[in-house]
């Protein structure tokens, strides 16, 4: 009798990759809903809130540890913590939001917190192309060296320093949202940016 | 909010002014601070420097996303079917479950026990008009009176009884029921071979 009951309980996953119409429901689901819907046990909800939420997630694990395979483990390992902890996601920030809470604290956990926060490889012949149509190659070079100064300096800073700069600059989110990751007041995150670019510009002035 | 003439403006304040949101009083004192205006041009720069150091994270492959999301779901899929493994372990064990099942402890426990005293007796539960053989521990003279009134109160021991009155010791030994000696033992051990056995004699004694 239980092993049938296993089978009868509905899990937010389809039983097959193809999308049914109660997946193309679930698509036009806003993020509150979709979240209940997991929650109820829908079908597929769960593989929406990954497949909606995965790039950024990784895109942020990956500036931690700036390799792939960590990167990957650490985002696997941040859905499934969201998914075990879903039902203390309230709404009252965004599940990207939530989600990106979780990842820091993911991240930080597996880097130690005096190790330097991987922002990117210092290797110019690794660093992205750009459009150099209009620099000569010696600006470029300039350019690609100050960039790497720039990158091993906010490594150096004090770590929540170095995480507004990295949720700001690189992730585009407002003061309030690092606030809310970060779970300090938005002043604090202000005066937190306003100081590790004051310490920046010390340890670029100093060499 | 508002900056007092002759306060310079707080970082806060700076980081506002630099994003471009900073209130008029802010963007007055700035105007007419030298030290507040190169401030702002300074962290201004600053933003300017990291932003342009910034790498884009390698976009992974197609494929890798694939088998990311199949991986994450189903390490969730393993998590849930844990989870209600545990949930229903766990509501076996509630205490609205434990009350009956400590009482059917009991009465079983009762049954044994009760059982157990029974068979200490000094008369044993050996039907006497059964031709057993009394081996072992069985006392030869049972008390007939006794044996009598339990299988009395024992409706299944008065069907054995009715079942097995005429039968002889040899075919009863022949079929392996009585290892330890004695048919309460006997009937108590059987396992499917020798069950199947007994049926056939008893059969074959019916129908006789």
């Known amino acids: 009798m239980a092993s049938s009951l296993a089978w009868t309980i509905p899990t937010p996953w389809p039983a097959s990759g193809a999308m049914s119409p109660a997946d193309a429901q679930l698509a036009e689901l806003d993020e509150r809903a979709l979240v209940r819907a997991c929650l109820a046990g829908r079908a597929g909800a769960f593989d929406l809130i990954v497949e909606r939420h995965r790039r950024p997630v990784y895109q942020l694990c990956y500036r931690f540890v700036g390799n792939h395979e960590d990167a990957s483990d650490l985002s696997q390992d941040v859905f499934l913590r969201a998914y075990r902890g879903l039902h203390k996601f309230k709404g009252q920030s965004s599940l990207a939001t939530w989600l990106y809470r979780i990842a820091v604290n993911v991240s930080l956990n597996r880097v130690s917190s005096k190790a330097p926060l991987a922002l990117a490889s210092d290797s110019i012949d690794e660093q992205v192309v750009v459009d150099t149509r209009q620099e000569s190659a010696s600006d470029r070079l300039l350019r690609q060296e100050r960039g790497a100064r720039v990158r091993r300096a906010i490594a150096q800073l004090p770590r929540k320093q170095r995480l507004t700069i990295v949720l700001r600059t690189f992730h585009e989110m407002s003061h309030q949202e690092i606030a809310e990751v970060l779970g300090s007041s938005v002043g604090a995150v202000k005066a937190n940016f306003f100081h590790a670019m004051a310490n920046l510009k010390r340890m670029l002035e100093d060499g | ?26 963007a007055r004192h700035v105007d007419s601070c030298e030290a507040c205006s190169h401030r702002l041009a300074e962290l201004r720069s600053l933003m300017s420097s990291v932003a342009a150091a910034d790498e884009p994270v390698p976009e992974p492959s197609p494929l890798f996303w694939n088998q990311f999301q199949q991986r994450v779901v189903q390490a969730a899929r ?18 609205a479950m434990l009350i009956p099942a400590a009482a059917a402890l009991i009465v079983a426990t009762a049954v044994v026990v009760s059982n157990r005293w029974r068979g200490a007796d000094p008369a044993p539960a050996v039907p006497q008009t059964a031709t057993v053989a009394p081996r072992g521990n069985v006392p030869a003279a049972a008390n007939s009176d006794t044996l009598r009134d339990t299988i009395d109160e024992d409706p299944s021991l008065q069907l054995i009884a009715d079942l097995t009155v005429d039968m002889d010791w040899t075919s009863v030994d022949a079929a392996g029921l009585t290892p330890s000696g004695s ?17 056939r004699l008893l059969r074959a004694e019916l129908g006789s």
């Open chain 2, 183 to 199: 048919a309460d033992h006997a009937v108590s051990h059987l396992d499917a071979q020798d069950l199947k056995e007994l049926q």
């Open chain 2, 78 to 95: 393993a998590e849930r079917e844990n989870e209600h493994f545990f949930a229903r372990a766990t509501r076996l064990f509630r205490p």
């Open chain 2, 1 to 26: 909010m508002a900056n007092r003439v002759g306060t310079h403006v707080t970082p806060e304040q700076l980081v506002d002014a630099a994003d471009g949101v900073q209130d008029a009083s802010v």
